[in-house]
């Protein structure tokens, strides 16, 4: 079966320090693969998206995530973190054109 | 332009009231949805609208009612609500819908629900 997993609940970094959000996928197939990040009472912003090709792949906001397949992951990572990157981060993976979500990784940025 | 929109923003009702939300995009999409999140949880699918026909509805009980009227608009009708219905109600878009391929899909603000 389909599914996403985001082992970490929540996450603290310091303004300016880098940062890395896991998320691991189990799907038969070649994943489609997403991240979304959501601001309180908001909806979902598409950060960067992975369909085919080169496995490193740039996203807004300053966002990049690799897609390992022999480690079933698509990181997100940033290299330098802003307070205004607080928010709920969900990794979900395309499975028959719909979307299976992580959890939900909390990112909280200390001043 | 990527931006689906929804009204209203909050919406209070009791569980004997009926209201709508609403949802429009004018990306051209053929495909539309309603997802429903609480708080601290993933959005979780509702219904899936492929070129104005209801494609998929994830078991959902029949005090929901979803509409589209046209390949722009999606509603959703709510009626004689339960306070655990309770949460954000998320639509999104995207290009043509489930199938073999994964599209995008861009979501709209969403609109707060309380049901007292």
């Known amino acids: 079966a389909q599914s996403v997993t985001q082992p970490d609940i929540h996450i603290t970094v310091s303004e300016g320090a880098s940062l890395e959000l896991r998320c691991n996928y189990s799907y038969g197939a070649t994943p489609y693969l997403f991240w979304y990040v959501q601001s309180p009472g908001q909806g979902l912003q598409l950060l960067l998206k992975?369909?085919?090709?080169?496995?490193l792949v740039q996203g807004i906001k300053g966002f990049e995530a690799e897609f390992k397949r022999s480690q079933s992951s698509f990181n997100l990572r940033k290299p330098s973190v802003h307070w205004s990157d607080a928010a709920e981060y969900f990794c979900a993976v395309g499975a028959g054109g719909n979307l299976i979500f992580g959890k939900g990784t909390k990112l909280s940025v200390k001043p | 332009d990527t931006e689906v929109t929804q009204t209203p923003k909050h919406l209070v009702m009791g569980m004997t009231n009926k209201k709508s939300l609403k949802c429009e995009q004018h990306?051209?999409?053929?495909?539309m949805y309603w997802y429903k999140q609480k708080a601290k949880k993933p959005p979780e699918l509702m219904f899936v609208y492929s070129y104005e026909k209801l494609s998929i509805n994830e078991s959902v009980p029949s005090r929901f009612s979803p509409e589209c009227p046209n390949s722009s608009l999606l509603n959703l009708h709510l009626h004689a609500l339960q306070p655990e219905d309770s949460a954000l109600y998320l639509c999104?878009?995207?290009?043509?819908?489930?199938?073999?391929?994964?599209?995008?899909?861009?979501f709209g603000p969403g609109t707060r629900l309380l049901v007292l």
């Open positions: 990306m051209g999409h053929r495909a």
């Open positions: 992975y369909f085919s090709g080169d496995t």
């Open positions: 999104a878009s995207s290009q043509s819908g489930p199938g073999q391929k994964t599209e995008t899909q861009y």
